[in-house]
């Protein structure tokens, strides 16, 4: 009786092991740039899937950062207190890890990463309440420049907070772009080289530039509590919604600038005054372009040349693609047994 208990639990677990081998997903890694290009990585048992339809799950994903080639589990919105995030009124924890607020001006632009293919700026919205020296501030629209292609998203105004409308909005070399309110829907630019997907109906997306970097956002109002804590005197037709965003960046060059980029430079020094509350990094003039899809800020370094280079080379590598043990969604290729 024991050894047929015995053998029925095997069995059991045996079946157990296959099912989720079978549902289990496996990626590869798809940015050129990496040691770890190309190579097919199975997912964890704690995260089979690169997909949640419940958004407090993990999801899998390849580390292409690291020489081990592994994957990982992680969550699939921003992390305000991780490297690359900006978040709150607004705080930055740069590559370096160290944490500095940028408050920059209200209804401005200002270069947030400029690279010498990717310029990345962010519209910072707010108000100066009488008395104050300066604006409470926060990011309410971010512009990308890439393989000649303009894209935004912004956080539309609203007077009140409501979960149940979407807050983003999304524009494509000058136009509105629809995205379907629908959990997981994906959205690509004709190259491919622009993914912008939905994590949940509303206000949370995942923005994926081929092979230079991908950001979650969170679309948030100003709450009644923070205001009381930071007495905002938030004014009564404007919930100030905003962005919470966390960068990762793949292949920046050395010579990466802007208020977040250069944190990622090799041998930066962060002028954040450490011990301090609140260590404020200024330079707004340093930093301020035009508009929210411009390049002319000081210390901007994006080239409308390089980025036409990038843009054939980037056809030239989608036409050969050849994933020749799973489907290719275009550049973040899934696999599955």
């Known amino acids: 009786m024991e050894m047929s208990k015995t053998l029925l639990l095997v069995i059991s677990l045996v079946a157990a092991t296959c099912f989720l081998q079978a549902k289990a997903a496996g990626v590869y890694c798809s940015n050129p740039y990496s040691r770890c290009y190309r190579k097919y ?42 490297p690359g995030s900006a978040c709150y009124d607004p705080r930055f924890i740069g590559g370096d890890g160290i944490v500095f607020y940028f408050h920059g001006k209200s209804n401005e632009e200002f270069s947030l990463v400029s690279d010498s293919d990717l310029q990345i700026n962010g519209r910072f919205i707010g108000h100066r309440p009488a008395g104050r020296a300066r604006d409470f501030t926060w990011i309410q629209a971010l ?84 205001d009381r804590i930071h007495n905002y005197k938030v004014p009564s037709d404007d919930c100030f919604a905003h962005l919470e965003v966390q960068f990762k960046f793949f292949n920046l060059s050395p010579n990466v600038d802007g208020i977040l980029g250069r944190t990622y430079k090799p041998d ?53 693609l050849d994933c020749t043990r799973g489907a290719s969604s275009g550049y973040g290729i899934v696999c599955r047994k």
């Not at 629809?178 to 080289?193: G, H, R």
């Not at 390049?295 to 080239?303: A, E, L, M, V």
């Open 41 to 82: 990585i199975q997912c964890p048992e704690e995260c089979p899937s690169t997909t949640a339809m419940n958004s407090n799950n993990k999801v899998c994903y390849a580390d292409c950062d690291k020489p081990t080639c592994k994957s990982q589990c992680r969550m699939r919105k921003p992390n305000c207190n991780r």
């Open 143 to 226: 512009g990308f420049l890439f393989n000649s292609h303009k894209f935004s998203l912004e956080a539309a105004k609203s007077a009140s907070w409501d979960n149940e409308v979407d807050h983003l909005k999304f524009t494509f070399d000058g136009q509105d772009l629809s995205v379907p309110e629908a959990t997981l829907y994906t959205w690509y630019s004709p190259n491919k080289d622009i993914k912008i997907e939905r994590v949940t109906m509303r206000n949370s997306v995942i923005i994926t530039i081929k092979d230079k970097a991908e950001i979650m956002v969170n679309v948030v109002p100003v709450t009644k509590e923070d």
């Open 268 to 320: 930066f020094q962060n002028p954040a005054k450490p011990g301090v509350a609140m260590p404020v990094v200024g330079g707004e003039e340093s930093f301020k372009t035009s508009s929210l899809l411009s390049n002319d800020c000081k210390t901007c370094i994006f080239s409308e040349s390089q980025a036409k280079i990038d843009t054939v080379k980037s056809e030239i590598e989608y036409a050969t």
